[in-house]
């Protein structure tokens, strides 16, 4: 069984009707959840190209499990399954269509320049400035929202959620605290956290 939002994925595929880069496919998506929701669908973080949705990356891994996907390295793909299963099921199909209409073409460093004028907040981690057009009034409100410097041990550790974690499957250990069981609707707390390694395509960790 899919979530809404992973429907929303193969909706938004269908629709775009082609193979759809990594990078544009997180341009368009971060576009998409800006434009047209009200509640984001997906969140985003400042990352190497711009806004970036490591739950996307997640859905992409359990739509190519269910056969919905192709596994491409370089490329978002339905199968044939896929597009069925995006005709069943379509999420929003005119509010996606309209906006695929308006973004019709726009791909590579346009589509990304596209995103950094609008939000540049999301542009402040980028490794590409130097090599876009961007005109000077957009490189400084880039600048402008940067955050202040973090402490090294803050920036450490969120530097190792951004790089590592990406390959690799979280687990959290949930407990509880007998003070809130007499009250609290949801007493559990993480108390612990194991990150797995993405097993080989078409074979399972072994449980410990």
């Given at each position: 069984m899919l979530f809404e939002r992973q429907r929303l994925l193969l909706t938004f595929l269908d629709t775009i009707g082609e193979p759809v880069g990594h990078t544009d496919f997180q341009k368009l998506l971060f576009l998409y959840t800006r434009e047209c929701e009200t509640a984001p669908t997906y969140e985003f973080v400042p990352y190497k190209f711009g806004g970036f949705?490591?739950?996307?990356?997640?859905?992409?891994?359990?739509?190519?499990?269910?056969?919905?996907?192709?596994e491409?390295?370089?490329?978002?793909?339905?199968?044939?399954?896929?597009?069925?299963?995006?005709?069943k099921q379509a999420?929003?199909?005119?509010?996606?269509?309209?906006?695929?209409?308006?973004?019709?073409?726009?791909?590579?460093?346009?589509?990304?320049?596209?995103?950094?004028?609008r939000h540049p907040y999301y542009a402040t981690r980028s490794e590409i400035l130097e090599k876009?057009?961007?005109?000077?009034?957009?490189?400084?409100?880039?600048a402008a929202a940067r955050p202040k410097r973090q402490p090294a041990a803050l920036s450490k550790v969120k530097q190792k959620y951004l790089d590592a974690f990406l390959k690799t499957d979280?687990?959290?250990?949930l407990g509880t605290m007998k003070q809130f069981h007499g009250y609290s609707p949801n007493p559990w707390v993480i108390i612990g956290m194991l990150p797995l390694p993405h097993p080989p395509a078409g074979e399972q960790l072994e449980m410990l």
């Open positions: 949705s490591f739950t996307s990356y997640a859905d992409k891994r359990k739509l190519i499990a269910e056969g919905l996907l192709e491409d390295d370089q490329n978002w793909k339905l199968t044939d399954a896929g597009r069925t299963a995006a005709r999420v929003e199909p005119l509010r996606v269509a309209g906006f695929c209409r308006r973004h019709f073409g726009l791909r590579g460093n346009e589509l990304i320049i596209e995103q950094y004028r876009l057009r961007l005109e000077p009034e957009a490189l400084a409100r880039i979280l687990h959290f250990f």
